[in-house]
């Protein structure tokens, strides 16, 4: 059964919005919105009711296999009262009327929770009016539950299919002013519920970016610039014409100014197939101008960026004087944490189709944020942004690389240079050695004890190339967003605290990867606690638990700053709630049998982190194998999430987030020589893989009624310092710096 006829058998067409740009040979990820039929009830852009009965939502964010096709839906079929079988999910092109659709930030719940209820409540109160209207009966007596309005007391009914021709007529009500269902009504939010891409992802139907294809299109690929800010010196095309297959070679030019999402320029071959143009590219003779990158040692900067952290920095957070509790503690404890670049390292590298024909420009891209790719190609080709359109594939994998477009920029323009379609396929060698890298760090922390014991003092200095690097080459400090992550909000009951941030120049591009900042914030803070514990000689449980002070709301003023940054959401929407932190901690090592930490030869290491709004407890396992070397044989995480819609996805999520976590903790660092990155593909970048993975891992999601937090990126961050103090309780040897292995520091 061909694609199209397996979705019109499940009555996609039938809904009014059809599958549109679907001709013969051109693949799509899921269907696509497109403008609805004139009848049904559209109260908004994301809801359809057609008089069918069918229920169409629109996913405004990019599936990565994170699950959020199979989830924001039900919160609007929960609330409008519909059949989750008879709704239909489709995907939002980059239309600036679905809103913001960058998908980073593990924001899709978070941030929409409300809005998304409100969408689904009013389409509700439409279809219940036209109900009462029917009946003569006061619209409170009308309920709408399973894809109908019902009225018990005379037990009439009627399908919103019957409902939704009028009820498009009414006026659409003020969504902030619908009421909204209560919790126990939401029938499916906070169940298990599977993966709508699963089986077209298992089965090869689902249509990832590599995957799209057009008539006469053309695929290229890039040999761009080894340094960053290098550019083309001159290239002789002669041999890479001759491969058969290779119709062109052009010259991308290379970025001016800062980076921001642009092109890296280089040499591109355009072939009849992807096979042709890689061999063509192999054949290419390029002389590079390296520009003024090409000193850049990743081992020579280490040095410096630790340097950075002995000195004092810029304030950022500061309670009591923590220079004179250092002075005066009965004994200070020190320790400097370090921790390289590290790469995105997705299964699918970035690929996208352009197609550049009168002026206007079409894109199919696997793309985190299809506005931004729409802005990127506009600039690249010097036409109005109304101009392009960008249609959103699957993903294979994102973490955070694909919401950086300027692999759509090179498509569009290779395209509008050959005249045809034209796919632009990055190797999995283009993207380690060209990548947005997460940004290398330094950090030193040094804590001081009375006599009894008692904490007194905590300063910590943190030094790393700033993310706003790549739009403004000036900028060196960290910004107070990037400070935020652990740091300004970390909850700390010591009465002297101090945060610095220090300097560092950027030399790559550096961009935002999976749970961002957190990852080297918690692995210092982690580290450090249990460095405190261990030499207080106490259970490092309850240095946590001392160190977080008693259950209360922190607040700016505790904190010792203006304002705490909380993922861009006020603090009183979403406080920081020292109880939720304790209680993953507590549930977590319950969880794990904690107090036996040291039996049956397995000993155990805990870490805790508070990132995008939500509190995740690890505790990892560690034993010796068989030929006597250290191993994780277990993992337990807890996290507290607040509210969460689809449960098996949040676990999944998790478990990924333990094996990202591992994969960083051990592997992870890219490393430069002379500008280029030394690393090439997983043979030398490696991820975790089965046999490295823990015999098992168990999650635990808190239940209850709070403010959705985010799912995607906190179950990261206490992975690796989990892990390094695991490891130092089988070993002995204390890791201050990533990635484990030996051979990769």
Known sequence: ???????????????????????????????????????????????????????????????????????????????LGADLGRVKVVQADGDKKYGDQNTDGSRSIRNDWTKLRQMGAVARVQLVAVAAKRWRVPAGECEAREHAVWHSRTKRSLGFGELAGDAGKLPVPDAKKV???????????????????????????GKFGADVRLPGMLTAVVLRPPVVGGKVAKFDATRALAVPGVRKVLEIPAFTGAPVFQPL????????????????????????????????DSGTYREGLLAAVRVPGEVMRKVGDVDGALASAARTIEAEYYLP?????????????????????????????????????????????SKVTVHVTLLGGGFGRKSKPDFVSEAALLSKAMGVPVRVQWTREDDLQHAYYHTV?????????????????????????????TFDV???????????????????????????????????RIG?????????????????????????????????LDVLGPPRILTPQEAGVKKIPNYGTPIEQHPVDVGRFRKVIERVTEMSGWDGRKKAGRVLGLAAHRSFLTAVAVVASAVRGKDGQPHIDEVWLVADAGTIVNAERVRAQMEGAVIFGMSVAFHGAITMKKGAVEQTNFRDYPVVRIGEAPRRIH???????????????????????????????????????LPIAPKRS
């Open 341 to 385: 670049h590290l790469a995105h390292a997705a299964m699918e590298p970035p690929a996208a189709v352009a197609h550049f024909k009168d002026g206007a420009c079409e894109a199919w891209a696997a793309t985190q944020n299809p506005q931004a790719a729409i802005t990127e190609v506009a600039r690249a080709l010097g036409v109005d942004e």
């Open 441 to 469: 760090s330094a950090q030193t922390l040094k804590a001081g004890l009375a006599a009894d014991g008692k904490l007194v003092a905590w300063r910590h200095r943190s030094a790393f190339p700033p993310i706003p690097s």
């Open 512 to 544: 935002w990867m999976r749970s961002v900042c957190n990852i080297f914030h918690s692995f210092a803070i982690g580290s450090f606690v249990d460095e405190i514990a261990h030499a207080r000689g106490q259970d490092p449980r309850d240095t946590w």
């Open 699 to 737: 999650v635990h999601i808190v239940e209850n009624e709070e403010v959705p937090g985010g799912v995607g990126e906190p179950g990261v961050p206490p992975v690796a310092p989990a892990i390094a103090n695991a490891l130092f309780a089988l070993t002995g040897n204390r890791i201050r710096q």
């Open 265 to 296: 320029g280089g040499v591109a071959v355009i072939a009849d197939h992807t096979w042709a143009a890689i061999q063509g590219r192999a054949a290419l003779s390029v002389t590079w101008d390296d520009g003024e990158n090409a000193s850049y």
């Open 474 to 508: 000036s900028q060196k400090r960290p910004s107070e967003g990037e400070m935020g992550q652990g740091l300004l909000d970390l909850p700390l009951a010591i009465p002297n605290v101090q945060v610095e941030a220090c300097e560092a120049k950027a030399h790559v």
């Open 179 to 205: 009421k909204l269902r209560p919790r126990n009504e939401l029938k499916h939010v906070g169940t298990a519920l599977p993966l709508r891409d699963g089986p077209d992802i298992v089965t090869g139907r």
């Open 1 to 79: 059964m061909r694609r199209r006829s397996f979705l019109q058998g499940l009555g996609f067409v039938a809904t009014g919005l059809t599958l549109g740009l679907l001709d013969e040979g051109i693949a799509e990820a899921a269907p696509v919105a497109t403008p609805p039929a004139a009848d049904g009830l559209t109260p908004n852009p994301f809801v359809h009711v057609a008089t069918d009965g069918a229920v169409v939502v629109v996913c405004h964010r990019s599936e990565m296999g994170q699950g959020v096709r199979s989830s924001l839906h039900v919160v609007i079929a929960d609330e």
